[in-house]
C-alpha cells in the first residue's frame, strides 16, 4: 500500500520561478489537503478540496493554487516562488471531514533562493 | 470556530521516565481530537484518536491520551520514555470538514536524556 505519495521530495527553486507539487492518494479518500510546516508554527492549511473538481482555500492560500482534475491527485502550483515560500510542504487525505484521521505524504522540502 | 494550544514547546525527560505532553483546545462542536507524531525528516505517523468513544484513548508504541470536556484537555503521557521517542507531536483537533477540518498544534519537542 502506497497511502500517500508526493513528488518530489526535495527542489531548489529561484526567485520567480514556477513549479507543482504533486499528490497522490490510493485510499480513495474524497478529502485532500495542502499544508506547509514551517518551525514552532506547526501545520498551516493552504488549500483544501472535499471532492474531485472542488478546492477551497485554507488558512495561508496566497502565492498558491491547487487542482483536483482526477479524486487521486491534488496539485499544488506555485505561479512565481518567493523566499517566503520556503518551507516543508505535506499533502495529506481522508475518508471524510470529520472523525477519521488524514494520511500524510513524507512531505517535500523547498528551498527558494 | 476551533483551535489547539500546547503547553509546552519543548520536553525533556529521561529515559525510563514518564512522558506529559499536554494539549488544549477549544471548538464550537463536538471534536474529534488526534496526537500525531514526527520523527526528524519524515511525514507525520497518528499515534491515537478520540471520536467520542471511550475518554481514554490507548495509542500505538504504549501512549495514551485521556478526553477530559471539563477541562477542554487531550493529554498525552507514555508510563516510561525510551529514546526512540524523541520526536515532535501534535496534538489536531477536528470538528468538521471544509478549512475546519484539521486544525494543528505548533507542536512539542520531546526530548529523552539517556
Known amino acids: 500500500n502506497a497511502g500517500v505519495t508526493q513528488t518530489p521530495k526535495f527542489r531548489v527553486l529561484k526567485t520567480g520561478q514556477s513549479m507543482t507539487l504533486l499528490c497522490a492518494q490510493d485510499?480513495?479518500?474524497?478529502?485532500m489537503y495542502w499544508y506547509r510546516q514551517d518551525p514552532g508554527m506547526g501545520l498551516r492549511l493552504i488549500h483544501y478540496?472535499?471532492?474531485?473538481?472542488?478546492?477551497a482555500k485554507g488558512e495561508v492560500p496566497d502565492g498558491y493554487n491547487v487542482s483536483r482534475l482526477k479524486k487521486q491527485n491534488f496539485l499544488l502550483g506555485l505561479e512565481s516562488a518567493a523566499p517566503s515560500q520556503t518551507s516543508v510542504y505535506f499533502c495529506?487525505?481522508?475518508?471524510?471531514?470529520?472523525?477519521?484521521?488524514?494520511?500524510f505524504g513524507q512531505g517535500t522540502r523547498l528551498t527558494v533562493v | 470556530a476551533q483551535s489547539v494550544t500546547q503547553l509546552d514547546s519543548h520536553v525533556s525527560v529521561s529515559e525510563g521516565t514518564p512522558v506529559l505532553l499536554r494539549c488544549n483546545y477549544s471548538?464550537?462542536?463536538?471534536?474529534?481530537l488526534f496526537w500525531y507524531v514526527q520523527h526528524p525528516n519524515k511525514g507525520l505517523q497518528l499515534l491515537l484518536k478520540?471520536?467520542?468513544?471511550?475518554?481514554l484513548v490507548k495509542g500505538i508504541n504504549g501512549f495514551e491520551a485521556e478526553f477530559k470536556k471539563s477541562e477542554t484537555s487531550f493529554h498525552l503521557t507514555k508510563p516510561s520514555a525510551h529514546m526512540s521517542d524523541a520526536a515532535e507531536y501534535f496534538c489536531?483537533?477536528?470538528?468538521?470538514?471544509?478549512?475546519?477540518?484539521?486544525?494543528f498544534g505548533k507542536g512539542t519537542h520531546l526530548i529523552i536524556q539517556p
Open positions: 495529506a487525505s481522508s475518508y471524510t471531514g470529520q472523525g477519521t484521521e488524514a494520511f
Open positions: 485510499m480513495n479518500h474524497e478529502y
Open positions: 478540496s472535499v471532492g474531485e473538481g472542488t478546492t
Open positions: 471548538s464550537s462542536y463536538s471534536p474529534s
Open positions: 478520540y471520536t467520542s468513544a471511550a475518554t
Open positions: 489536531v483537533v477536528n470538528s468538521g470538514g471544509g478549512a475546519d477540518g484539521l486544525t
